[in-house]
Structures are given as structure tokens and as C-alpha cells.
């Protein structure tokens, strides 16, 4: 059996873009290892969620760790930055940031344990981190220059189909409502150009279909964030399959000419 390391920036992150293969690869007897590189800091919590005296970090610490058990990882780690906040927030100029790290010591910390670990794979984002976040973004960096330091040939790229997701939202009304209803902000970036990659260029889609219930109960894990009105949690079975039933990935090298791969592993 393998081992894979998915890399990623926030609490939550893990669950929304990679879980379901995670718990694939995990069900199948591989190793599975979760990076998290920030504790999400800026995240905006719940109101009420946060108990006196507890940080928004340390809950969302919680979270990860209670995310991961549903998810089946064997192994969490913080890599210890915190969180940068959006593009052009003044979080971004915060030294202890994420996007701030001396690039060399942060791909050091995760160099480390990849080899600890022996990685056969590493998921990272795509290289405008899926929507242009600055942690995202610094996830593709470091995780690139960190796989590329400890010999991993096979490194992902998990990104969103968005040639699918304007499908969805042109195609299916009601699928378009309910994203605005619930999140206006999300709708709106989802017509980006820069969000998520063109089908065309995706390499990889991982059916996860048989995950749903257990994906949707890892995003509600992290409570400070994601509530049962949230956009998630407020999806039905359909629109929730219909959105997150298959995660995506491209690997760097030639463009797909066939089908699309299935397996993170071959």
C-alpha cells in the first residue's frame, strides 16, 4: 500500500476539496496524512460557536482533528503560519502569515515530512489556488518545490471543474438560486475566470459518490464555520451530489486525450 499526503491551507479546506478521495485512498488501505498549513485565524466564526476564552485557531484546530476522524487520515500536522486572510486583506502583510514565510523554511517543514511519511503522492491546488487566495496559492508553491525536494513524481492538483460547474449553474435554475440564496459571494466568483480550471485541462476525476454522507458530516465538523443553513449544509442530497460527487485534479505533463484517470495512485 501507498502513502498520500494532502496538503492544504485552512481548516475546512481539506474537507470540501479533497475528503472523498482521501477516504477512498484511506478505505483502500492506503496511508493517509493531512498538512494543514494555517489554523484559519481569519476565518469569521459562527456567532455564539466559540467558548470564553477560546481562540477561533484552537477551535478550528478541534475541527481539523475531528474532520480527519470522519475522514479516516491517520496522521495531522500543522505546519505552524498563520492565516493570511483574503487577497488584498491587511492579514496578507501579517510576518507570521502564511503568504509572508521565507519560502525556503516552509518547504523545509513540509520536505520533512513527506520523507518522514515516504510519500508516494502529495494533492496540492492548482497554481492560482482555485480562486486566487493567497494561502492557496502559497500551498501550490510550497508544496511543489517540497515534492520536487523529496523525489514524489506524483503530485495533484486539486482543483474545481468550473466548464461543470457554469453548466450546472446555466443548465439547472434551481441550482443557481439555491447557490445565490445561500451565497451570493460564492455564486459570483464561481463566473470567474479564475476559478477552478477548464474541464479540458483536468486530467483526474475521482468518483466519490459513495462518500457523500460521510464528505458532508467532515464539513460540518468544522461548526465554527459551517453550519446546517451554510451553502453546504443546506444543499439537498442531489444538488450536494451533484456538486461534490467527483473531486479533481490535474497532474502537470501532457494534456489529457482520452478519458479522464481515475485513480491518484497509477
Avoid: C
Amino acid at each position: 500500500m501507498a502513502t498520500m499526503v494532502n496538503f492544504h491551507a485552512h481548516p475546512d479546506d481539506e474537507a470540501i476539496a479533497t475528503s472523498g478521495t482521501m477516504m477512498k485512498a484511506a478505505d483502500d488501505g492506503h496511508r493517509v496524512v493531512l498538512v494543514v498549513a494555517t489554523k484559519g485565524e481569519q476565518g469569521e466564526p459562527v456567532p455564539g460557536t466559540l467558548s470564553p476564552g477560546e481562540s477561533l485557531g484552537e477551535r478550528r484546530e478541534a475541527e481539523t482533528l475531528e474532520a480527519a476522524r470522519i475522514i479516516g487520515a491517520h496522521r495531522v500536522e500543522f505546519l505552524g503560519y498563520e492565516d493570511s486572510g483574503m487577497a488584498g486583506d491587511e492579514a496578507n502583510n501579517n510576518p507570521a502569515s502564511f503568504w509572508q514565510a521565507d519560502f525556503d523554511e516552509a518547504v523545509e517543514r513540509l520536505r520533512r515530512i513527506l520523507e518522514e511519511e515516504s510519500a508516494d503522492v502529495l494533492t496540492v491546488y492548482d497554481d492560482h489556488g482555485g480562486y486566487g487566495h493567497p494561502d492557496h496559492i502559497q500551498v501550490h508553491r510550497v508544496g511543489v518545490e517540497a515534492a520536487r525536494h523529496a523525489g514524489i513524481e506524483k503530485v495533484f492538483h486539486a482543483t474545481m471543474n468550473r466548464t461543470q460547474i457554469l453548466r450546472q449553474m446555466a443548465e439547472v435554475e434551481s441550482f443557481a438560486e439555491a447557490m445565490e440564496d445561500i451565497d451570493i459571494e460564492r455564486a459570483e466568483r464561481m463566473r470567474e475566470e479564475e476559478f477552478g480550471t477548464d474541464e479540458a485541462d483536468i486530467t483526474h476525476a475521482v468518483d466519490v459518490g459513495a462518500y457523500l454522507e460521510r464528505k458532508r458530516a467532515a464539513m460540518l465538523a468544522h461548526t465554527s464555520q459551517i453550519t446546517a443553513d451554510s451553502f453546504f449544509g443546506s444543499m439537498t442530497d442531489e444538488q450536494f451530489a451533484d456538486a461534490f460527487g467527483t473531486e479533481w485534479f490535474v497532474a502537470p505533463g501532457p494534456p489529457r486525450t482520452g478519458d479522464f484517470a481515475t485513480d491518484l495512485f497509477r
